[in-house]
């Protein structure tokens, strides 16, 4: 039988003579005694100073109402009790007025729910409140003052301020007792139907039925104020068979029915309307609907009315061919539907039968106004990008007045894609994605993991939400919104995290298109002026409403690449590359840096000077490239003495620069020399990541206009420099001096390991070097820096490194702990942030405060990780129990061990256990920024039964003056 080390190496291709070697130190280190360990194995904790998030442009300055702010009583200019919650998505018209829902505190009348807008001059208005009086009905009253404040509907609002809601009616019989109103903002209301009143019938003065219970309707409104709504009457001449109707309002507010159930579908003698859906109005009072029929060959159209009894237009139908080969829209492919614009235009998804033995594909067409049907995008279709378009399977599209579309899709990968078109976009013609899956965000720390809500306006500008997340830990995870324009790219809005109002932004809610449910686009979230609103909460609880513009502006960024953004002959690109998230030491790298301006008053930008900072003792400023259009006054000076890149300048003699996309003014690279190193640190351990300190020093843009800005700069694209774990003794090449480190370290378990380099040596990051450890060692063996050789990572690499605080114990763990509650994490961190925040900068202490805490379930000896504000804690403490100190400022259930160490007295609660006052604690100060120590409270280590202080003298003083006079001291 072969030895462990015969069978292992003629895998791995090394020489005779290597072999041998490696043999020889096998041999020596199994003939040494393993060493006493003096102190703990080090733990990992994620160096977070380098990846903390990027904010949005969302500041306090944006918020128009809050919690607690007076609310105005109806008609009265007085106001009665505070606004205490919001709608779930407040809506914006054109003239910036958000309109929004809200429940009302301490209200003198008992008033505690209504409707308001308020103008950009920050005046709001009742638009209707619970219990206010209905003059039309006497003795009665409005029950909410609003419909459904749960609703994911937006709500229906129009540019003369009028607002549609469907409430019930305090005193009126409980078969009268809903009615669909218009809100006219002072304090009068239209009312457009009644429960209980009779319903028109197709003729002029004509009824057939009457109105049931209007809660559940579906109203839209126009700017010519007529509110068009899907019902369901009662005691109708058909009963079930003629009981769904759609009604729209005149000019007179006279109510006039459009399709009723029963009614015969355009082009058919026999087939009838079964069920009615899905309308959209337009201001010239066209409405669009979706019409199901029970005939299974045509089971489901699109159709539009003129809202004054003519013929209905037919959109679409079951087996009608659209085109000269054959295809036609397929059974049960009308997935969503019946968006129109101005121009009568009218956006849906169907399916196709495609001729080819009956293959079916979804497509998304447009059908305009005069009749003509465009096909934007089929799956298979080409884009421009060479990607090829695949469907979403989701039933969400949004049409606009100029006739763009957004829409979801997927890539090869099966990424969800939203993408935009414009309005000449045809089978992947013109059509651009906007954000895909898997993207990094901006900011370059957290990428794409859904994005749902979502609204297009005039001007082609999106607004979405999105969740983030690092890629790895689900519970990173976070909202965002986000505005796309062909100007600014992608910008963030608002991230839950945040900070505002000394706390931190928990929820964000906007009113957009939903992904998942087809919404009618009537009132949503973001105006022809790019204006976006949002209500929001925040962790403590406060609400409030914000409306956000993206400013015109001059703009200096940076990015991290690998390799040269490809760009156009201009040196121009639409928007903004990806930033790299890490460079490995040995590698090369460019900083980008890129110019735009969206000042619409110039003709683009003409010159650009600056310096540019970096860390020199990392890597190496090599090489400066100009970009393509920056031909003119070219200047620029590497001192790598400094770190710095000094008098870079250039000019063009071109325009319209820089206005449309991204204006590539200057690439630097960055090389890994000889001086150059990035250094494991043993004593953390630790390989990263550090920050290259990137810096834009005195930047001034010229515009063609002869004006010059200092712009506004985004030098902190976020990409951090990790050490090379396989160049074990740091001597830039990987040997057999590497090869004889790993072997010494070779089968340990780092978390209890004495040897400086098991954590290092532990390639794959699973707590065991190991032979795929050695697989992974082999195939870097005898590269070097100098050769500029690519090294082999494993995939995880290196998200998996320094991201944990492992428990440093050879001790068994306790075979039954109990976990720890959420409750009790949350009120120790409360009183750590307490202790904490007297010795803290101002700064510091808004940071603290931002700063939550979940109790999880970790994986193996991970005691807790830190990702962004939030503290995860192992809900066993890696098997070994939490001991949670009722009074942590006493240390009455330990006695000192070292300066700074405390260890639990044998027969308390703390022994064997770890404490959790030091993990919260050591946590909240790596978010703050601070490494590790080599003593203290910030010191890498922690054993069951120890207590971290820190080094400030009056921590260390509140410990003795706790001494009781008979306390035994006993050294560790």
Partial sequence: MQSRTETMIPFLGFTQELMRKIQNAWGRRSCRSRRQRLRPATSQVELLEDRRLLTG???????????????????TGNFDGTFSSFSRGPVINESGTVLFQSVIANSLTSSDQGLFYIKSTGDITTVARAGQSLPEITGTTLYRGLSHPSSRIPLPFNENGQAVFVDRIQGAYYTENTGIFTGNGDGTFSIAALEGSEAPGASSGSSNGRFNDLENSYVIINDAGQIAFATILDATDNGSADDQVIYITDANGNLIQIVREGQLIPGSATDTFSTLYNLSINNAGQVAFRGDTWNASVPDGIY???????????????????????????????????LINESGDVAFRSHVDDGNNGTIVRSIFVRSGNGALREVARPGDILPNGETYFDSGLPDLVLNNSGDLAFTGKDEFSNIVLFGSNANASRGDDIKDIVRVGQTAPGGNLIFSSFYKYTLNDSGQIAFTALLWDGINSYSKREALFLYDDVHGLVEIAQVGDQLDGSTISEIYFAGNDTHNFLENNGDGLNNQGQVTFSYELANGNQGIAVVEVNDSDNIDLRVVITPTVVDANG????????????????????????????????????????????????????????????????????DLDGLVENLSAATTQADLGMNGQLLFARIKYESLAEDQVPLDLSGPG??????????????????????????????????????????????????????????????????????????????????????????????????KSDHSAINYPDNFPTAWNHQLIVAASLPAQQSTVSLAQSTAEEILDEAKADLAPHLASADQVKLEAIQVQVVDLEGSTLGLAVSDTIYLDQTAAGFGWFVDPTPEDHSEFQQSGKLTLIALPDTEAAGQIDLWTVIRHEIFHLLGYEHTETGLMESTLLPGERKLTDWETDADHYFTSLQYETELSPF
């Fill in 572 to 639: 121009e690109t639409p928007s903004l590359p990806a930033n790299q998230n890490w460079i490995s030491e040995w590698s090369s790298y460019w900083v980008e840096i890129w110019v735009s301006t969206s000042d619409l008053n110039t003709q683009g930008v003409a010159a650009v000077t600056l310096d540019l900072s970096y860390k020199t003792e990392y890597t190496t400023a090599t090489e400066i490239e100009f970009g393509a259009a920056f031909t003119r006054n070219q200047s620029g000076t590497i001192n």
């Fill in 304 to 338: 539009v009315s003129n809202g004054d009894g003519t013929p209905l237009r037919v959109v679409m139908q079951e087996g009608q061919t659209f085109n000269g080969f054959g295809e036609k829209f397929k059974t049960n492919g009308l997935i969503s539907a019946s």
């Fill in 57 to 75: 442009i969302f500041t306090a300055d944006d918020i128009v109402v809050r919690t607690g702010d007076a609310a105005p009583e109806a008609g």
């Fill in 687 to 784: 390989i990263g990541p550090y920050n290259l300190k990137l810096q834009i020093l005195t930047p001034q843009l010229r515009l063609t206009d002869n004006s010059v800005s200092e712009p506004e700069t985004n030098d902190s694209p976020g990409a951090g420099i990790w050490a090379n774990p396989f160049d074990l003794n740091d001597d830039d090449a990987i040997n057999f001096r590497d090869l004889i480190l790993f072997v010494s370290a070779y089968g340990e378990i780092p978390s209890q390991s004495s040897s400086s380099y098991a954590w290092f040596a532990d390639l794959n990051q699973n707590d065991r070097v190991e032979f795929r450890d050695l697989i992974f060692f082999a195939s870097n063996y005898g590269k070097r």
